[in-house]
């Protein structure tokens, strides 16, 4: 599914992807919840030790759940970008740092892939 990004590639042409094993859902109040089973077996000797959940559920913001709802493999970053500012406005500028940023931390954890 992932291709290998190339540095010469347009960031904003790229399209996220929600992995196919990543839990969320969508709360009462309309932001998105990920949730990170905490199942290897360093967790569950952890678990032992210290009262940790079994799973980590992490809340996004407002900003944070509209990109999540709109990362459906077929838009692009600039796509996204684009509904943000309709949505927002100036509440999100610098739009594209800020959005890049986002994405990339999204990439980091593992929550998505990104494509061509």
């Not at 952890?46 to 759940?65: A, C, N, Q």
């Not at 990362?71 to 999100?92: H, M, P, Y």
Request: contains cysteine; positive net charge; aromatic residues 6%.
């Amino acid at each position: 599914m992932s291709q290998k990004i190339k540095k010469t590639d347009n960031f904003l042409d790229l399209i996220p992807v929600i992995k196919r094993n990543q839990s969320w859902i969508k709360k009462e109040n309309g932001l998105i919840e990920i949730i990170i089973p905490r199942n290897k077996i360093l967790d569950r000797i952890v678990r032992i030790f210290h009262k940790t959940p079994k799973v980590m559920r992490i809340e996004l913001d407002k900003v944070g759940s509209c990109v999540w709802k709109n990362i459906d493999g077929k838009k692009n970053i600039e796509e996204i970008g684009k509904i943000l500012k309709a949505e927002f406005g100036q509440e999100v500028e610098p739009l594209y740092q800020r959005l890049g940023t986002y994405i990339n931390i999204l990439k980091n954890n593992k929550f998505i892939v990104l494509k061509k």
